[in-house]
């Protein structure tokens, strides 16, 4: 596609009401930061739910202050029921996954800057722009108010596997109208992410300025795009799906119910559906998720490393290619969520094969990461620092990912510990590192003023050892056979193992703690900060030639025509060892 | 309004580059694809699934429907082809689009009220559930498309609020959701 020769122009004036300007907004850069602070919000939701766990698990006993006032009937004398425990569950996977993983590295950071990194005044489509960051938090709302009801949030996990999510109140606690929030919500939250990956999709490829030809764009840029191409095919199934649950919960068909099923003694009035249908469905959408949420923070990475090494990765085109291969692989690994489902066991090795493909692509981006730190004189400020702890826990929570591959090796491991170590390491705890180091990186842009650096790096360390503290010992739980999802541990092959888990408990309390210095700096920055220069780390792309915060059009009127690609470093540069994209100094000798 | 001749107007964009609305109506084809492939696919699934599949004789205004949508996607294309010439004559013809629109809706809706009448509800069986949701979530879509076209109508009003890009984009759609109708009928022919 031909790149474009001058921007669009702007589609809508500046908003002079209070109304307008900040709530609703048309502008990607507030919109931008609504969704970062519905993805903050959701966050802290979300550890507070894992702290309630965490120590219901350990003090199974113990009465846990104010737990009573959420729910009387959850949490009788503040001590949580197994059934609450499934309902804390399902909201923090559900708050985490979609509220957070998928709102602040995709949604957050490309709505702000993927149209000032091509050039542009706004994204293609205002209004469907403001439009999927309001249906967002409609279907934030609409979660939340699951708490707010005498049935309470579903116990069916983040997955909401059928039949269970399918046969409303006989099957427990949730399940009759907390189910039906969820399933709305995320039907909601399919339709925002809908809207806004075309947006994305449409801005890349329609808006980029005079000279931001595809190969110019920064990888931060690409990977949001591809990141868009992902969604865009996997919200499109997740929608149908929740469409056909909430059928089967309200209007009484039967797509995911069988036949004969018996529910607290209750025969349930459905014929012939298949649960099996549900998984496919779910994990069709939720294989790619993972790569909706560590995509862009691979990208963020990429592109914070390449300012913090000074000089280009080894092959930025392989990145690209790779994540185009992660994003066309990642819709035929599905299957390998389901090995233990009763699906055809040939089908596995159907699912195992592309399953450790995909490891290839991912393993070739670590070693460019890895081969171009090698040798580089880096930067260690914080965005540096999360950036490095990135590629750490990504390897790490990564490995563990060859082993759940293998049919054989997973029939043992599906259902422990060891899955949800790997999990949170190589998509939560990566993509949340991803998240960390483009707020450090972004902030003085996004804000006019510098976060304190010193701050930084206590929260990096903190949060860098708690994280290994938290989730390494998942794995050995799960090979000593601790299963998930029980919210006590009575039997006697688990007692050796509390220890353990009262260790990660109490890790897990401190890295929380920890994160309360980021929402301090976070806020007193904002308004205390030091004032924030145009180009803080000597960056090359595109938001950076443009004031901190940037005006309302991003570039007060001028016309940026770029000159060259986004990683010019290392060279011989006017202001230093690199040059921006749209500098008119001549063609150096380095660079691509 | 008179008969004139039009002048692309893209904007401030150069002519070369591809309009975002009909970027964004590809990638909006690209996602309802994917969710009827969802949809269909679950068809298949659920079909296999149960023994409690039976099948139903489709009402025959289908078929009148069928040519219905068929035609609109005629004159719509017609209507895109006139614009370069004749705005009054394009809007003739938009107008005959809508009208056809929404007699293939009001034909939907009398092979719904036939299913009723027959006791087949959403809940009924399987087949009655999938008949349903598909031609149900399809008329939604076409709904949509009616507005859109509405849209264009008014856009037809001056010529300064006239984009080319609009019918383009809108016809596309169009003829994405006649083709898509073909495909689902195939689907529920073969499998009800």
């Known amino acids: 596609m031909s790149d474009a020769s001058a921007p669009v122009a702007h589609q809508h004036a500046a908003p002079t009401g209070l109304l307008r300007k900040y709530v609703f907004s048309l502008d990607h850069k507030m919109i931008g930061k609504q969704y970062y602070g519905l993805a903050l919000v959701s966050v802290f939701l979300g550890m507070i739910l894992s702290w309630l766990m965490r120590f219901h698990l350990v003090w199974t006993n113990a009465a ?26 399902t909201m923090h996977g559900t708050l985490m996954v979609f509220f957070v993983l998928t709102n602040a590295p995709f949604a957050g950071f490309g709505n702000y800057f993927l149209p000032i990194q091509i050039g542009a005044e706004d994204m293609a489509f205002p ?6 960051f309001w249906v967002t938090f409609v279907a934030f709302l609409v979660l939340i108010a699951s708490f707010f009801i005498p049935d309470g949030p579903p116990i069916s996990g983040w997955t909401a596997y059928a039949p269970l999510s399918a046969v409303g109140k006989d099957a427990g606690p949730g399940l009759a109208w907390g189910q039906n ?72 068909t039967s797509f995911f119910i069988p036949a004969g099923l018996v529910i607290s003694d209750h025969l349930q009035p459905h014929s012939g559906g298949s649960p099996l249908l549900w998984q496919h469905l779910f994990w069709f959408f939720g294989h790619p998720e993972v790569y909706i949420a560590i995509v862009p923070a691979m990208g963020i990475v990429s592109h914070i490393l390449m300012a913090s090494m000074r000089k280009p990765l080894l092959s930025v085109k392989v990145v690209y290619g790779s994540m185009i291969a992660i994003g066309f692989l990642s819709y035929m690994v599905w299957g390998h969520h389901m090995f233990l489902s009763g699906m055809n066991p040939f089908s596995a090795l159907v699912f195992s094969f592309p399953t450790l493909i995909i490891t290839i692509p991912a393993t070739i981006i670590t070693m460019i990461w ?89 929260h990096f360390w903190l949060t860098f050892i708690g994280v290994y503290c938290i989730f390494m010992p998942f794995h050995f739980l799960g ?70 915060p940037p005006p309302f059009d991003n570039f ?37 | 309004m008179s008969s004139m001749a039009l002048q692309p107007d893209r904007g401030s964009q150069s002519p070369a580059q591809t309009s975002p609305a009909l970027s964004g109506v590809w990638v909006a084809v690209a ?47 017609t209507a895109r082809r006139k614009g370069i010439s004749s705005l009054a004559s394009m809007r003739f013809w938009l107008h005959l689009t809508l009208t056809l629109g929404a007699a293939f809706l009001a034909g939907q809706a009398f092979a719904w009220h036939r299913l009723r009448t027959e006791g087949l509800y959403l809940a009924t069986s399987p087949n009655s559930s999938f008949f349903y949701v598909l031609t149900v979530l399809h008329a939604l879509h076409i709904l949509g498309g009616l507005c859109a076209f509405i849209y264009v109508i008014r856009r037809t009003a001056s010529a300064s609020l006239w984009r080319v890009a609009a019918i383009d984009a809108a016809a596309v759609y169009w003829h994405f959701l006649a083709g898509l109708w073909v495909y689902l009928l195939l689907v529920l022919r073969t499998r009800l």
């Not at chain 1, 090698?374 to 999360?386: I, V």
């Open chain 1, 370 to 458: 890895i081969g171009s730190i090698y040798g580089a004189n880096l930067r260690f400020h914080t965005p540096a620092l999360f950036s490095l702890g990135f590629v750490s826990v990504f390897v790490a929570g990564g490995v563990s990912g060859f082993f759940l591959a293998q049919p054989s090796l997973d029939i043992y491991l599906h259902g422990t510990y060891f899955v949800v170590g790997h999990f949170h390491m190589v998509m939560g705890v990566a993509a949340i590192f991803g998240i960390l180091a483009g707020t450090y990186f972004w902030f003085p842009k996004m804000s006019g003023r510098m976060m304190n650096d010193t701050l930084g790096k206590i």
């Open chain 1, 556 to 592: 007060g009127g001028r016309h940026v025509v770029v000159k060259r690609g986004p990683n010019e470093y290392g060279v011989d540069g006017a202001h230093g060892d690199f040059i921006m994209q749209d500098s008119p100094e001549p063609e150096p000798a380095a660079g691509d």
């Open chain 1, 127 to 132: 209004r469907f722009n403001m439009m999927s």
């Open chain 1, 479 to 548: 090979f000593a056979g601790n299963v998930r999802r029980y919210s006590t541990f009575v039997d006697d092959y688990l007692q050796p193992l509390l220890p353990l888990h009262k260790f990660i408990s109490i890790a897990a309390f401190l890295t929380g703690a920890a994160q309360l210095i980021f929402l301090y700096n976070l806020i007193y920055s904002r308004f205390k900060g030091a004032p924030a220069p145009e180009n803080p780390w000597e960056a090359t792309s595109l938001e950076w030639s443009t004031t901190s």
């Open chain 1, 64 to 89: 846990i202050p104010g737990l009573r006032l959420l729910s009387k009937n959850g949490a009788p004398g503040g001590v949580m029921t197994p059934e609450y425990y499934l309902s804390l569950l």
């Open chain 2, 31 to 77: 996602a309802i694809t994917m969710s009827f492939a969802a949809f269909t696919s679950s068809l298949i699934i659920r079909q296999a699934s149960g023994n409690d599949w039976r099948h139903l004789a489709l009402p025959g205004i289908l078929y009148l429907n069928t040519v219905i949508l068929l035609a609109s996607s005629l004159t719509v294309e």
């Open chain 1, 181 to 252: 929030l969820w399933a709305i919500s995320i039907g909601l939250f399919c339709v925002g992410q809908l809207l806004g990956s075309l947006n994305f999709i449409a801005t890349t490829l329609d808006l980029r300025t005079k000279g931001m030809t595809l190969s110019r764009l920064p990888i931060s840029t690409w990977a949001w795009f591809i990141t868009s191409c992902i969604g865009l095919l996997a919200f499109a199934v997740l929608l149908p799906a929740c469409v056909l649950l909430i059928l089967d919960r309200v209007a009484g």
